[in-house]
């Protein structure tokens, strides 16, 4: 065997690299610009691991780091470990539920020394590299019922532990691997069935139970309506149609009260609500009086982060503020501003154009590892490619729109730019392990 | 098979694109469409903190300070702060008990949130300060604020000077929101009329706070701030000394005093009896001392100086010489036959106090005698004058004279409210007798009565009048403002204006005159007034007065009244003095205007006069009907009060108090002997549930 020279810069994309840079680089800026108290001195704050943005940046270093040294080792590395890696994730989330600490309503964190570590934000990794290798596998046939569901489990598993840890907003980021099931030939009817699962059961979460089957019975009758000749030629259809229609208000009727009722627990009941919104009618009635006061203080505490956030990026207009008189954001007005609401920073900071810019930004990130994913040989590499950019999509989607007040306020960051060690670790390992397979891209790995 | 699939990458493509567009097309319904976000920014973050300038000074003529500016300490909490604090030993230092301090701490949570000052006790006295002070460092979240005070080093002039207080309502919507909640105003006095110069020049700090409403830094570095410019001084006229001689003469009376300097208008000293201490209004129990002055029937926050109404009396004398002299309807020579009354209506009225012959065979001594049938002849000489035919011509006349003499018209002193007095008008006499009315019908005008009112403002200011020989300055009591500007010169330019209002009337005529009014002091009614070495001119004022009590008109002391001006060559003071219900005008305000004259011309008083003064100062005059007065308001508002809230308490008070008073000294009109109210009677009748309020005589206004 010929001993391979390890050169870095060859066939690493600078391109999705220098866009890395550019993120984090924006990231610290903005948490500099939340966190900075006037008369710090500035650069030694930065090196001092006491500030925000100082810790931000010694965890840009160390993926740095870490991201070379992924960048020097072998490919093949990625695929052989893949499946060991994923099976430590999981006993890494399963340690979790012994030795979790308690932090701000989660129980997802484990504490060791000064850092703490969320197996459940860093799972994602694994499950991108596992799905690929699995997806990879030449034995696997993914037409096959039995080969999707094994898919899905490989998914699900992890966002199932996330729910149990009361990390839900972590738990549906799994949702976004069925995007690479989807490239990789999952029937499209499956994610259409998915999603009108989901919404009948989010509408008979928003929507009075006899309002909502009232809908439903009105949509059959018009199809039906609209229809007719067709249906008369073709009985089977219209049975299919009267079927789906039992079945949506049943689901809505009897299948989701029961869940509620019956599978799930209370406080997790509690909580679907409350992301909705919504009153808890499956409580009981002493519960609701009790917990009215606390339930409108809750609501009113979502309401106002939005509330403020909007304020906070809509005053920003075009130009913006500029980035230490951002008053929204520098004086605490929109809760979680470092991490989940990093985005109003930047919006109110440096205003529509500094937005756009960030967002073309994301949007070129995208585009670009879908490009590199298309030009794999490798089908684990294209996989692994896919698993990257769905995971970025959900993040920086939901994100957004949660700031901007078109998402529900689910607590998960924004890729490279909110603060969090465990997440720009996690992000810029899974990019630079993207990198290194593209730089073997002729390479067909197994 | 690298390419299965391969067209599923641009549908994946699309739907990211689409979720950037929405997001896209959100930022720009939020950053660009207008919108209220930023304004909803700015008022979450930006605080504009007002800075108070501190109120202009006020000097009298020697250039003292009689109103200045204070330090006071406020002692302000931060309820998250005071973790720790030992509370017993706390409220022990300051004199508080535990629940006072549990119930402020829990006010100012509510009011401030514990996150943000409030305040915790006002105005701190010099001995909590100094305890706090000693002992700060163990109660944490504890601070003294500073906070500027008005103060008073002379303790007097309190109605000149007025006072501030918080504004209300309506002078918010007068100012057109200029002024704030919070903000203080000149209420009365020169406080009020140079409100504007006083209180300087708000300034203006804007502050970045943070979502706790703390605030944190100077937004954009105080480039929008504006600095508070104090107010500005003032310098009056006043004699600080003369003011507390004259308050210390007043005191214990019912009346007003003015003192003016002639040849400039400035007022020296101006008095209403009762009159207060400034300094009570405010310190920290300023709120329950005005309340307790604004309930008292004497009216002491009243300012009888220029809103009391008086009948003139003889006082009014000089002035219907002069124009009777100036219609030349006599000489100085001219005398009339009286025998103790007038009888030249038939009635034998007004009676003459004086019945010798020869008081009234000229002018000069009709003047020095104060002969009642004299001037009411000339009165009705004016009045039916041949020249003018008709009563009613002649009348009017005659009035227009009385206006130029200043009465019956707003003289424009730099105070607010001044009453204008009252001389009638014909249309009055008209309604009241039907058109059938003659000079006999009113003559008693020709002796300062019947429905002629004055203030003992336009009393004094018409002595300037006739110490200056016909023209006078409005009566003022500012000289001069700090650095005057165009728009503080338009406010004083009426004070500088000399009206030659009488400067007509030959100067025959005003010599005349005042050698009567010399007459008066050297051989006539007010001989105890003369002191050795100063020409006074003067002119005594005895004037009836009536009020009705229970029902029945009872006849009161007469108001003792007295106008003067000296030295008689070079006029340095004019006073007007009434002292109400106190009797003869040379008994109380003539010896009162002989010891502000001694004093403001040689600058001290003999010993024989500070006795007197001394004597004077003790006399109490106020009449005691007014003790009964106050027992009928105090009990009927706790009737009112009991009525409103069923709160018994306070009526329980005056039962109580009432049966001690009937058993002990039951409130009496000791004075009236003829019209002394039947016994029975007025046990009946002043049971606090069962009182009739009549029309309430309270501010010297006789003959309702």
Redesign the interface.
């Known amino acids: 065997m010929a001993v391979q020279k390890p050169e870095i810069s060859k066939g690493t994309d600078w391109f999705l690299l220098s866009i890395y840079f550019l993120l984090v680089g924006i990231g610290l800026t903005a948490i500099f610009a939340v966190t900075y108290k006037e008369g710090d001195p500035v650069l030694q704050s930065f090196f001092r691991f006491k500030t925000d943005y100082s810790k931000q940046l010694y965890f840009f270093l160390a993926a740095c780091f870490i991201g070379l040294m992924i960048l020097l080792t072998d490919s093949k590395f990625f695929t052989a470990t893949a499946n060991l890696g994923y099976l430590s994730g999981i006993l890494a989330m399963l340690l979790v539920f012994p030795f979790h600490s308690k932090v701000k309503g989660t129980e997802s964190i484990i504490r060791l020394g000064a850092f703490n570590f969320q197996p459940a934000e860093f799972c994602k990794l694994f499950v991108a590299l596992a799905l690929a290798k699995y997806l990879s596998r030449p034995e696997t046939d993914f037409s096959k019922t039995r080969s999707q569901l094994i898919a899905s489990f490989i998914v699900l598993l992890p966002a199932a532990l996330s729910v149990l840890q009361k990390e839900t907003g972590l738990a549906l980021v799994y949702f976004s691997f069925f995007i690479v099931m989807y490239r990789e030939g999952l029937p499209a009817y499956i994610l259409i069935t998915g999603f009108a699962v989901a919404a009948l059961i989010v509408a008979s979460i928003l929507v009075p139970p006899n309002t909502l089957a009232l809908i439903l019975s009105g949509i059959a009758l018009v199809y039906i309506y609209v229809n007719r000749r067709r249906l008369k030629k073709k009985r089977g259809l219209l049975f299919t149609v009267l079927f789906l229609w039992l079945l949506c208000v049943g689901i809505q009727r009897f299948l989701v009260p029961y869940l509620f009722k019956h599978v799930l627990q209370k406080h997790q009941v509690e909580r679907i609500f409350e992301l909705f919104g919504k009153d808890n009618p499956y409580a009981d009635e002493k519960e609701n009086m009790k917990t009215e006061n606390l339930r409108k203080k809750k609501e009113s505490g979502t309401s106002y982060n939005v509330r403020q956030s909007k304020i906070a990026i809509g005053s920003g207009r075009i130009f913006g503020k500029g980035i230490l008189s951002a008053t929204q954001t520098r004086y605490d007005f929109v809760p979680e501003q470092r991490t989940d609401f990093i985005f109003c920073t930047i919006g109110e900071g440096f205003g529509f154009i500094g937005s756009i810019i960030l967002l073309g930004l994301y949007l070129l990130m995208l585009f670009r590892i879908i490009t590199i994913a298309e030009k794999q040989r490798s089908v684990f590499s294209r996989c692994y490619a896919y698993g990257v950019a769905s995971v970025l999509f959900f993040h920086i989607a939901i994100n957004i729109g949660m700031t901007v007040g078109l998402a529900p306020v689910i607590g998960i960051p924004l890729p490279f730019v909110s603060y969090g060690g465990t997440s720009l670790l996690t992000f810029s390992i899974m990019l630079f392990i993207l990198l290194r397979l593209d730089a073997d891209r002729q390479m067909i790995l197994r | 098979m ?1 390419v ?3 067209s ?2 641009r549908f ?2 699309i739907i ?2 689409l ?2 567009l ?3 097309v ?3 319904k ?3 469409l207008p ?1 209220r ?2 304004q ?3 008022e ?3 605080f504009a903190k007002i800075k108070y300038p501190e109120r202009g000074i006020i000097y009298d003529r020697n250039g003292k300070a009689i109103l200045n500016n204070i330090i006071s300490y406020d002692l302000v909490v931060t309820p998250s702060e005071t973790k720790g604090l030992n509370v017993p030993e706390f409220c022990s230092l300051l004199q508080i008990d535990t629940a006072e301090y549990n119930k402020k701490i829990a006010e100012a949570v509510f009011k401030n949130t514990a996150l943000r000052p409030s305040v915790f006790l006002e105005q701190l006295s010099p001995l909590q300060k100094a305890r706090f002070e000693e002992n700060s460092w163990k109660f944490p979240g504890f601070t003294l604020v500073e906070r500027p005070v008005r103060t008073f080093p002379y303790h007097a002039a309190a109605h000149i000077l007025g006072y501030v207080r918080e504004v209300d309502q309506k002078d918010i919507e007068r100012s057109g929101n200029f002024y704030r909640q919070g903000d203080y105003i000149g209420k009365t006095g020169l406080e009020a009329y140079y409100e504007k110069i006083l209180m300087g020049i708000r300034g203006v700090e804007y502050w ?5 409403n703390r605030l ?2 100077h937004f ?1 570095k105080g480039a929008y701030d504006t600095p508070a410019v104090a107010g500005r001084a003032l310098k009056t006229y006043l004699d600080i000394e003369l003011q507390q001689l004259a308050e210390k003469l007043m005191s214990n009376k019912l009346g007003g005093l003015v003192a003016i300097e002639p040849s400039t208008g400035g007022i020296l000293a101006m008095v209403s009896g009762p009159t207060y201490n400034p300094n009570d209004l405010t310190g920290a129990q300023g709120g329950k001392n005005f309340a307790r002055l604004q309930l008292d029937v004497t009216g002491p926050l009243l300012n009888r100086a220029i809103n009391g109404l008086y009948e003139p009396g003889s006082t009014f004398k000089p002035l219907g010489a002069l124009v009777a002299l100036d219609e030349g309807l006599i000489t100085p020579s001219y005398g009339y036959p009286c025998g103790g009354r007038y009888r030249g209506c038939g009635t034998g009225k007004p009676r003459c106090t004086h019945s010798g012959g020869g008081h009234s065979a000229n002018l000069r001594n009709a003047i020095a005698y104060s002969c009642n049938s004299y001037f009411t002849h000339l009165y009705r000489l004016a009045v039916d004058n041949p020249k003018y035919k008709n009563v009613k011509v002649g009348y009017m006349k005659w009035r227009e004279y009385m206006n130029l003499f200043g009465l019956g018209v707003r003289l424009g002193v730099d105070l607010p409210s001044e009453n204008k007095g009252n001389i009638p008008d014909t249309t009055s006499y008209n309604r009241q007798y039907k058109g059938e009315w003659n000079s006999c019908t009113n003559l008693t005008l020709g002796i300062g009565q019947d429905q002629m009112q004055a203030t003992p403002l336009q009393l004094a200011n018409a002595m300037c009048i006739i110490a200056n020989r016909g023209y006078y300055y409005t009566p003022h009591f500012v000289k001069s403002i700090e650095d005057e500007t165009m728009e503080d010169s338009s406010l004083m330019n009426p004070f500088r204006k000399k009206h030659e209002v009488l400067t007509h009337i030959p100067d025959s005529a005003y010599e005349a005159v005042i050698d009567g009014m010399y007459d008066v002091v050297r051989i006539g009614t007010a001989r105890v007034v003369n002191i050795p070495g100063i020409k006074i001119c003067a002119k005594t004022g005895t004037a009836e007065n009536y009020t009705i009590i229970h029902g029945r008109r009872v006849k009161l002391q007469n108001n003792s009244l007295f106008v003067c001006f000296a030295p008689k060559d070079t006029p340095k003071i004019a006073i007007a003095v009434c002292v109400q219900n106190a009797g003869y005008g040379a008994k109380w305000a003539g010896p009162i205007a002989k010891i502000l004259i001694e004093k403001y011309l040689t600058d001290t008083l003999r010993k024989k006069t500070a006795a007197e003064a001394e004597r004077i100062s003790k006399a109490k005059l106020i009449p005691p009907h007014y003790r009964l007065l106050q027992y009928q308001t105090d009990s009927v508002r706790a009737y009112e009060w009991f009525k409103m809230t069923k709160d018994s308490s306070h009526i329980k008070k005056f039962r109580r108090q009432y049966w001690q008073d009937t058993t002990t000294s039951e409130p009496k009109l000791e004075n009236e002997k003829n019209n002394k109210p039947n016994g029975k009677l007025y046990r009946k009748e002043s049971d606090p549930l069962h009182l009739t309020f009549c029309n309430l005589n309270l501010y010297g206004r006789s003959k309702t």
Request: aromatic content about 10%; proline content about 3%.
């Open positions: 690298p299965y699939n391969q599923r990458n994946i493509k990211i694109a979720t950037f929405i997001i896209t959100q930022l720009f939020l950053q660009i919108s976000f930023q909803m920014a700015r979450n973050a930006i970045i706070k943070d979502n706790k944190v830094a954009e």
